[in-house]
């Protein structure tokens, strides 16, 4: 990353990008997402049919029995679950930016 092509490369640049993405509270504010309870939730039914489940029991497993307090609370938390939500929130209009071009059939 130090030598010569690495600096005109930006490989420093990615490589700090990546690393703060990839940390421990961005992933557990991923697993507190409601879509990935939704998919906690549907695994569990399927394992168990007839058992009812609620949103609510399973993220507070996830919160208080998975998860680390630090991944939790505090400022990195808060700062990598508001993140994520912009980054979801993104993707998910460009998702329906993308169908409503293919619908009109830009």
């Known amino acids: 990353m130090l030598c010569k092509e690495g600096i005109s490369k930006d490989v420093i640049?990615?490589?700090h990008e990546h690393k703060k993405s990839v940390n421990k509270f961005v992933i557990?504010?991923?697993l507190q997402m409601d879509q990935t309870v939704d998919l906690?939730?549907?695994e569990l039914r399927r394992i168990t049919p007839g058992i009812k489940i609620e949103r609510d029991e399973i993220q507070d497993i996830i919160k208080n029995e998975i998860l680390k307090r630090?991944?939790?609370d505090g400022k990195p938390a808060e700062e990598a679950k508001t993140s994520?939500?912009?980054a979801s929130a993104k993707a998910l209009r460009k998702v329906r930016t993308t169908k409503e071009e293919t619908a009109q059939g830009v």
């Open 84 to 86: 994520v939500k912009k």
């Open 40 to 42: 906690v939730r549907r």
């Open 13 to 15: 640049e990615k490589y």
């Open 28 to 30: 557990g504010a991923i």
């Open 70 to 72: 630090e991944i939790v």
